[in-house]
């Protein structure tokens, strides 16, 4: 039987000065539109809408859906995507619009691929312990990394949805007492035990993520939900390293301390995290994206997106690389000379001046 969303699309119904396109993705905590900002900007945007069906089933959604938009609108780091407005119909639609984000998630590369390379994995995961490193310095822990909140794209990699995150600090209680908010499999066992969890079990979730990418499988596995979470809340996960054996041993023992039971054990920070990660991230390791196997993109002003960024074409990416700007086309010399070019015009400089000397003397006396 069709819920009552499904059975009435939003496709073409205006929200707001938003103009639905398409439904580009759903979850617990809402339904993601590509839509059109009818403004002068025109701009495509991604549209996350809580209609009033979904209500039904979520303690507190219109608060919690609030809250979301609040939370990522405090954020400044460009791993997420940027908010742009909030509003509620007068049919009781709740909707955030934020940037739409061109690009895969990462359960998607996941389910085509099954694994990463580790260079690339390590890269991601870097890139993840960033944006929860910003997030966590305004005070707000995630509590749902996943790969599907994951987005690869031409300008970076990005997390998205807060729709579960918790403010440090807060004294407002929008759950049910006993209620485990997360997706298992990734929740960290302190949660699962009834906790409430910072961002130490942020760092455990990506983690598992990294394992995921690594070995292109959980590290628990069961036949429902609640055996995972069981194995989750008394188990340690193993070393990547079982699986694939051709594994860094530096690299799986940074997933065995992200991974740990008890969060004291785990890296304490996602700056401390990240200062182990780094050095293992070669200079030049791409996170590929749909469109362009290995793309670089420049960012302009410290903005992100399909119109604030531009593609280097092969020759000025390989410039990019290398660190350096791009030669003009007209230029084809080069822009210095080799140690024995130099003494050789050192030499040939001096021969000359002292041919020139001898023969000025000569006229002289002569």
């Not at 690594?214 to 429902?224: A, C, E, M, N, V």
């Not at 969060?263 to 791409?286: G, I, M, W, Y």
């Given at each position: 039987m069709l819920s009552p969303i499904q059975s009435a699309p939003l496709s073409n119904r205006m929200l707001g000065k938003y103009r639905i396109k398409q439904e580009i993705g759903r979850g617990g905590m809402g339904i993601v539109y590509l839509a059109e900002d009818t403004s002068p900007l025109k701009r495509l945007v991604a549209l996350k809408v809580l209609p009033p069906s979904f209500l039904a089933g979520i303690h507190n959604g219109e608060k919690r859906f609030l809250r979301e938009a609040q939370s990522a609108a405090r954020l400044k780091s460009n791993r997420f995507p940027a908010i742009y407005d909030y509003g509620v119909t007068a049919d009781g639609i709740a909707y955030i619009a934020q940037e739409y984000i061109e690009g895969v998630n990462l359960e998607t590369r996941l389910q085509s691929e099954k694994c990463l390379n580790e260079n690339e994995a390590i890269r991601i995961a870097s890139d993840i312990s960033?944006?929860?490193?910003?997030?966590?310095?305004?005070?707000?822990?995630?509590?749902?990394?996943?790969?599907?909140?994951?987005?690869?794209?031409?300008?970076?990699?990005?997390?998205?949805?807060?729709?579960i995150a918790r403010i440090s600090g807060e004294n407002t209680k929008l759950t049910l007492t006993g209620q485990v908010l997360g997706t298992p499999g990734f929740i960290s066992p302190e949660v699962i035990n009834g906790g409430r969890g910072d961002h130490r079990s942020d760092i455990y979730s990506t983690g598992v993520v990294l394992y995921m990418m690594?070995?292109?499988?959980?590290?628990?596995?069961?036949?429902?939900?609640?055996?995972?979470?069981?194995?989750?809340?008394?188990?340690?996960?193993?070393?990547?390293?079982?699986?694939?054996?051709?594994?860094?041993?530096?690299?799986?023992?940074?997933?065995?301390?992200?991974?740990?039971?008890?969060?004291?054990?785990?890296?304490?920070?996602?700056?401390?995290?990240?200062?182990?990660?780094?050095?293992?991230?070669?200079?030049?390791?791409?996170?590929?994206?749909?469109?362009?196997?290995?793309?670089?993109c420049l960012v302009i002003n410290g903005n992100v997106g399909k119109v604030d960024y531009y593609q280097q074409n092969n020759t000025q990416r390989k410039n990019l690389l290398n660190m350096r700007p791009p030669m003009p086309?007209?230029?084809?010399?080069?822009?210095?000379?080799?140690?024995?070019?130099?003494?050789?015009?050192?030499?040939?400089?001096?021969v000359i001046l002292v041919y020139l000397l001898g023969w000025g003397c000569s006229a002289v006396l002569g």
């Open positions: 960033s944006a929860l490193k910003d997030a966590m310095e305004r005070g707000i822990f995630h509590r749902d990394i996943k790969p599907s909140n994951v987005i690869l794209s031409e300008s970076g990699t990005k997390l998205v949805d807060l729709g690594l070995t292109g499988s959980l590290p628990f596995k069961g036949r429902t939900p609640l055996e995972i979470l069981m194995k989750q809340a008394t188990g340690s996960v193993q070393s990547p390293k079982l699986v694939k054996p051709e594994l860094s041993e530096k690299v799986c023992s940074i997933v065995k301390k992200m991974t740990e039971n008890n969060p004291d054990l785990r890296f304490q920070t996602h700056a401390e995290l990240q200062r182990t990660l780094d050095p293992l991230v070669p200079s030049q390791t791409k996170v590929r994206a749909p469109g362009d196997q290995f793309s670089r086309s007209s230029y084809s010399g080069r822009s210095s000379m080799s140690p024995f070019e130099s003494v050789m015009v050192i030499v040939i400089t001096c």
